[in-house]
């Protein structure tokens, strides 16, 4: 290669690259970190509130409160711009981990946040998205106090991946649903406790378009997790000839067919296998009584299953993306009917069969 | 031309150097003012009409031998004193002289240097020309362990100073003739042998030629120190990576030897290095074949990673902690702001520092000796490190990455490629200073450029991972296959016998 190539070769990179200058240094040490942030609607626009969660402070770390900062503003990047200016640190959002969505919000509209954050060089999509139920993020946020809210949704999170709490999900798998299937859901959280010290669990917020079209909880709750594909904190309970059994729910996977009739959707079949174990029982089961277990069982999951069909269908959001997943076996069809596949979701009959496994 | 630069112009080598005839007054010229020159008149069995003179070194030659077996026979032998004039110098020359061997000089020049190589010059009275019998003196350091490459299974001899004891640590494992070894001198002022050795039939011929051709055009005072060599035969000017790995244990050497690598040997320096070296000789250890294949391997690989750790880790801290915070784990994150937080210097400055004080700790004991060194470390280390830690001067974790990186340099089997990587560590730091981890990785792509630049005699540096001899390679240099599976030189770039083994 030759000589005056290799000074050329490393300008022609950063050029390529889109690199106008060489990145700003900053030092960590005057960084506060925000690890969670909330949106809500305000008069003035939309209301963020942002919270570091408790901070340690020199080398013995010595714990600090959470600082929770707050901005009212006719839009996102002014009010990110307005909680700068109340640190005394510079505010890094690179640590954003948890979305707290309110209720209100979710109601006008969900997009602008996600673009927002889609856009930030800082934000990034992989934040955990949730839904406060009935009240505002800000709130829900104060809730935590001192200690932040951040551990909770932490601790939720890591029970989900283990199967012990519901579904999460991130902001970028919620922006991902709302751009293909045109909806969506979220996990939804109510402060609980004694003065909404805690956030707890409520189901699923349902998105059609971008804005809060309901919410599903129970049985349809449950229902949704086994359309999407998991058997979340599932213990079930039967009594088979005096014999009180539980059994827990391993795995659900649900297999969707879409049945046409001249070029239009006829019936959608749902196919769930189900997989559990016993838990506890008072005595051992025979096979007959194992076979009646098994029925129950069936006839429990399949409730679950239209109920949360039911609501689904209502509102028209296949957030499940039964419809997409089905068309993989007959994509010319699917093509046609893909644009108008909402309304079609809503009047298709659904055929479910539910087979469960112990 | 005028004086000046007639002085600074290099001087004609002068061959040979001491031009002309022989004669004991000319021999003495050359000797004068040279305290160690002796010179012993002696009567051949006591008569005084025959009369010899012995001119030696003194302190080169041995004295017993001289006294034992040239002065006694000369004084006691009676034929000598009764055998014709004419045929007397023949009879010295053939046996009446104790010595394995006697050699008729009559020129200068090898005379005056047969004496400094300590051997003793006979001259009879009336004759200029005279014999020259070998009584050098063996003192030397005896064969100890290798303090560098110390072994836990396997040999425990090392070489020494004295270049004949070398080849005859080599010549006692490698007993096949095919091993040659062909002596060259450097040096005006030194004249210091200079052997080369190789193994015909598996070394590559050219590289032989080529050592020996850039031996022959070295043009200096002497050779005291590694770099008198290393600096003329390959080009390390241009690079802080070392060209010319080298060893001290003979085991080692003749592994090299057997892989087809041709083997140097430097009188008053006790080591052998071994051409041509490549990027993955400076990380293997004369352990590599003792341990098992899998721990072997998985040392090496270690060690590789270590090399990794030592030049990035400054680099990755400054730039990560600097410009990319969002790339450290959020918990992590909240360790540093913590420890941070009361730390008047960024962290560019820390990290150099910090950097520069673990080399000035390190260069203060290296100087001391023994005892006070391991004080000065534990001083500088421990308690000014702790002490600044707890100053807020420094943050800890910027301690702790700048130890990390040091202590992974050590793993370096090869001192100079740890010092080369000690270079370059700084220099990757200062460029992740100003551009983050862009200037980082484009520090290391211009580290990967100048390696790849870099060749000896003939064979890429980076040739374990290119094709640029164009001969397929064996066995992956990173990992120690079992011994059955490696079936390949790798040395020679070209041999008639790259398979060591059926």
């Known amino acids: 290669m030759k000589k005056w190539l290799v000074p050329l070769l490393p300008a022609l990179w950063l050029l390529m690259s889109g690199c106008t200058g060489l990145p700003a240094a900053r030092e960590m040490g005057d960084m506060a970190l925000l690890r969670t942030m909330g949106v809500d609607v305000s008069p003035a626009g939309v209301a963020i509130t942002g919270s570091t969660g408790p901070r340690a402070k020199g080398i013995q770390g010595e714990g600090q409160g959470a600082l929770i900062l707050e901005a009212d503003r006719e839009s996102l990047s002014v009010a990110c711009l307005a909680i700068q200016g109340q640190s005394d640190s510079y505010v890094f959002f690179g640590y954003v981990e948890q979305l707290l969505v309110g209720q209100g919000l979710a109601e006008r509209g969900v997009r602008p946040v996600l673009d927002y954050f889609a856009r930030d060089a800082q934000l990034g999509l992989g934040a955990q998205m949730w839904l406060v139920r009935a009240d505002t993020a800000r709130q829900a946020l104060a809730a935590g106090g001192d200690q932040g809210v951040e551990s909770r949704l932490e601790t939720i999170r890591n029970d989900s991946k283990m199967g012990i709490a519901q579904f999460t999900r991130t902001a970028g798998e919620v922006y991902t649903d709302l751009l293909e299937l045109g909806c969506g859901y979220i996990p939804a959280l109510a402060p609980d406790g004694e003065g909404g010290a805690v956030l707890a669990e409520r189901g699923y917020a349902i998105l059609r378009g971008e804005s809060l079209a309901g919410y599903l909880d129970g049985e349809a709750a449950k229902g949704l997790e086994m359309l999407a594909g998991g058997a979340q904190t599932d213990i079930l309970q039967a009594e088979v000839a005096g014999n009180k059994v539980s059994v827990k729910m391993t795995m659900a996977h649900t297999r969707s067919h879409l049945e046409f009739q001249g070029g239009r959707p006829s019936s959608l079949k749902l196919a769930c296998k189900v997989e559990g174990r016993l838990a506890e029982y008072e005595r051992r089961l025979s096979d007959p009584e194992r076979q009646e277990l098994k029925e129950m069982l069936e006839r429990q999951e399949q409730a679950r299953l239209e109920e949360a069909m039911k609501w689904l269908q209502a509102w028209g959001t296949d957030c499940a993306g039964l419809g997409a997943k089905a068309a993989a076996g007959r994509p010319i069809q699917w093509q046609r009917i893909r644009e108008s596949w909402p309304e079609w979701f809503s009047q298709v009959p659904v055929e479910i069969r539910v087979e469960v496994n112990i | ?502």
């Open chain 2, 1 to 502: 031309m005028s004086e000046r630069s007639e002085a600074n112009a290099p001087h004609p080598r002068k061959e040979p150097r001491l031009p002309g005839p022989l004669s004991l007054a000319r021999l003495e010229e050359v000797f004068s003012d040279c305290v160690d020159f002796s010179k012993r008149e002696v009567y051949l069995h006591g008569d005084r009409q025959r009369k010899a003179v012995v001119c030696y070194i003194d302190g080169q030659a041995r004295s017993e031998r001289l006294n034992d077996y040239v002065l006694r026979p000369l004084a006691q032998n009676p034929m000598l004193a009764s055998a014709p004039e004419g045929e007397l110098f023949s009879l010295l020359e053939r046996g009446a002289l104790y010595a394995q061997s006697a050699k008729r000089e009559t020129e200068l020049d090898p005379v005056a240097f047969a004496l400094i190589d300590g051997s003793c010059a006979l001259f009879l009275e009336g004759r200029d020309d005279c014999l020259v019998f070998p009584v050098a003196t063996e003192e030397k350091r005896s064969v100890g362990e290798p303090e560098n490459e110390p072994a836990l299974k396997g040999a425990r001899d090392s070489f020494v100073e004295s270049l004949r004891t070398n080849t005859s640590l080599v010549r006692r494992r490698m007993r096949a003739p095919e091993l040659k070894i062909r002596e060259h001198v450097v040096g005006r002022q030194s004249l210091t042998p200079v052997d080369v050795l190789w193994i015909d039939g598996i070394a590559d011929q050219n590289t032989v030629e080529l050592l020996e051709q850039r031996l022959e055009s070295i043009d200096i005072d002497g050779v005291e120190a590694a770099g008198n060599l290393e600096e003329y035969l390959v080009d390390a000017a241009k690079s802080p990576f070392p060209l010319m790995p080298y060893t001290q244990r003979p085991d080692r050497f003749c592994q090299g030897l057997l892989e087809g690598r041709v083997g140097l040997f430097a009188d008053g320096i006790p080591l052998g290095w071994l051409l041509p070296g490549t990027i993955d000789q400076f990380f293997k250890t004369g352990q590599d074949r003792a341990y098992h294949w899998l721990v072997a391997s998985a040392l090496s690989l270690i060690r590789w990673l270590c090399a990794l750790i030592t030049l990035l880790v400054p680099g990755l801290y400054i730039a990560l902690v600097t410009f990319h915070p969002e790339a450290i784990p959020p918990k992590l994150a909240l360790s540093i702001v913590a420890a941070k937080q009361e730390v008047p210097f960024s962290t560019i400055f820390e990290v150099l520092i910090m950097l520069l004080a673990f080399e000035v700790i390190q260069e203060a004991g290296l100087r001391l000796p023994g005892p006070i060194g391991a004080t000065v470390s534990i001083l500088g280390g421990l308690v000014v490190g702790n002490a600044a830690v707890e100053a807020h001067i420094v943050s800890p974790a910027v301690l702790i990455a700048v130890a990390i990186a040091g202590v992974a340099g050590y793993t370096m089997p090869s001192q100079d490629f740890g010092n080369a990587l000690r270079l370059w560590r700084f220099l990757l730091a200062v460029l992740a200073s100003v551009g983050g981890l862009f200037g980082l990785a484009m520090g290391c792509a211009g580290l990967i450029y100048h390696l790849a630049g870099l060749e000896s005699f003939g064979v890429p540096y980076l040739a374990p991972f290119t094709t640029g001899t164009k001969v397929p390679r064996g066995h992956p240099s990173l990992l120690r296959l079992p011994l059955p599976a490696m079936k390949w030189r790798d040395g020679p770039v070209k041999t008639r016998n790259r398979r060591n083994q059926r």
